[in-house]
């Protein structure tokens, strides 16, 4: 990657609040944040992402080919696609749980209430098995509409091909923010049918390349706890606490034990900010919850930097 001078990174493209470009063409989201910081760590400069749009279906064939370096790409961490894919995902960046969204015309309020709906699904993920399992369990019938692409689902909920769209549901609230007014017709249920935890995923078998990935995140977190944004970390550089002196690279050799230059730290949070910048401008109408970091009751937590 470094001889190559980019970082190629695998994510949907289409998805609000995760991927997406804006009016002029720049990724933006959550997800492609993950990716600039990646990037500052590693080659010392946010904006060296090549992006590769990949639809759910397709997401793990191109990692394990090699196609990308890493996928930031709405993934679950699930068991077996770390026991059967070669796969691993060194944190979770977005805790998460899949829902439904309904059409305030409808007059439901409860996914308990919908017995014999049409139901808007991805395929190549988890919601097909999901919305399965919980229709199953509380001996209700549905017709599923699948598709391939989000777009296309959301398309389809739009045009009225199906009374439900099931997704995670920070897809669905930033699908709800994206229509503006028109959103205001729309409802997400209260159900959360499962435990999401999205996270970056690399390839088994380079060490090296986990640890970069993982420790990345956690500079997001661990910045947010210390209070170092992009704004103000030039005035932490005179700080007397060892914590942060270690963190930012003043003190001791922690980037280096990566294959990283030492002030790897700053130079992420210096063009990405920490992970509650990167929440603020991505994530909208979703209240953080379990996404704060630990000091405010989430369950965003970084490992000691010594």
């Known amino acids: ?113 919908l017995d014999g709906a049409s139901i808007c699904m991805l395929t190549g993920g988890t919601s097909e098995l999901t919305v399965q399992e919980y229709f199953s369990a509380n001996n209700m019938t549905y017709t599923p509409v699948v598709l391939s692409e989000g777009e296309e689902a959301r398309a389809a909920f739009l045009a009225d091909r199906c009374d439900v769209y099931t997704i995670d549901s920070s897809s669905l609230a930033g699908f709800k923010a994206s229509q503006g007014e028109a959103g205001e017709d729309f409802v997400i249920l209260p159900e959360r049918m499962t435990a999401e935890p999205l996270g970056g995923v690399v390839r088994k078998g380079d060490e090296r390349w986990f640890d970069i990935v993982r420790w990345t995140h956690y500079t997001l977190v661990n910045a947010e706890i210390l209070g170092i944004e992009s704004g103000n970390v030039e005035s932490f550089m005179d700080s007397e606490d060892p914590r942060i002196r270690r963190f930012l690279g003043m003190e001791g050799e922690l980037g280096a034990t990566l294959g990283l230059s030492n002030d790897f730290s700053k130079t992420v949070i210096s063009q990405v900010g920490n992970f509650g910048e990167v929440w603020a401008r991505n994530v909208v109408g979703v209240d953080r919850g379990y996404n704060n970091v630990w000091t405010k009751g989430g369950l965003q937590y970084a490992p000691p930097f010594r």
Request: glycine share 10%.
């Open 1 to 113: 990657m470094k001889s190559r001078g980019t970082l190629i990174c695998g994510v949907i493209g289409t998805s609000p609040g995760f991927s997406l470009p804006d009016s002029q063409g720049v990724m933006r989201g959550i997800d492609a944040d993950q990716c600039r910081a990646v990037a500052a760590a590693t080659l010392g400069d946010a904006e060296k992402v090549q992006w590769v749009l990949l639809a759910p279906q397709q997401r793990f064939t191109a990692l394990q080919s090699g196609e990308v370096d890493v996928l930031f790409a709405n993934v679950t961490w699930t068991m077996t696609r770390e026991s059967q894919l070669g796969l691993q995902f060194p944190s979770i960046y977005y805790y998460d749980g899949q829902a439904f969204m309904v059409k305030k015309a409808l007059g439901v309020n409860s996914a308990l209430e």
